[in-house]
Structure formats: C-alpha cells, structure tokens
C-alpha cells in the first residue's frame, strides 16, 4: 500500500518543474536555471558552461560566502568573447577551492520539467526535459 501511495505521488509530478542536482542545464530564451551549493570553506568557486560537444563556452567566478545556501548563478548569455549563446543544452562544472586550494564539494542544481516516470528496480525514476533520467529521490523540490 505504501509502494502503491509513492507511485501516485511519483506520477503527480509529471508536468511539474522539479529542481534536482544536475550537471546538465537546458537554456530557454528566456531563463538559464542554474543554482549550485557549496560546503563549508569555500574561498572560490568557478562555474564552467560547456556546449554539447564539449568545448567551454565560459567560465564564471560564483559566491562562496552562503555555505550550504543555494546559489542561483547569473550569466549573460554570452559566451567567452562577449558574442551571445543561442538557446540549448549545456553541461555544467562546479569547481570550488579553500584558501589552500583544496578542493571543496560543491553540487550544481537545475530546473527541468518532468515528463515521465519510470518504475525500475533501483526506484521511480523521473525523465526530465533536460534529457537526463533522475531517481526521484534525489528531487529538491517541486516547483
């Protein structure tokens, strides 16, 4: 009876918008939904946009002062000499250091519709507008 009432729920966030880490961002004309957290110690943060194919489109420095706290990341849509980026799918990298340059974790977060729901042995899975597949588990919210 509990399988069956998480199955519902599950299935009711088919059509909503979830925020769920991600390395990958779909940008829309009109949004670039990207957040990121950091753990404590973070001295610098640096947010690096790759196309599909790999190549960096360009590289931000982000906050580190909200240890924990989600950081919503502004970018101009421009790539790295200033020409604009039209819409599309981008990987992301977080990279955060301490004062001593070691590495701190550091999680990237987005925005995607769900568009479906797939029941697999390793749980309910959600398929996301993004093109990325996440147990839904793992979602933040539900927007």
Known sequence: MLA???AMSDM???GR???VPSSQVTMTDTE???SY?????ATDVKIRIYSQEGSLVRELTGSSVADGELIDVAWDRRDAVGLPTPPGNFRIE???????GDPIAATSLTTAGVERVNFTARGPELQL?????VLSQVVRSVL
């Open 129 to 133: 507008s993004n093109g990325e597949t």
């Open 32 to 34: 670039f939904p990207l």
């Open 94 to 100: 977080i990279a955060a250091t301490d004062v001593n």
């Open 4 to 6: 069956t009432m998480g």
């Open 37 to 41: 957290q950091v753990e404590p110690g």
């Open 17 to 19: 918008n979830v925020l």
């Open 12 to 14: 009711q966030m088919i």
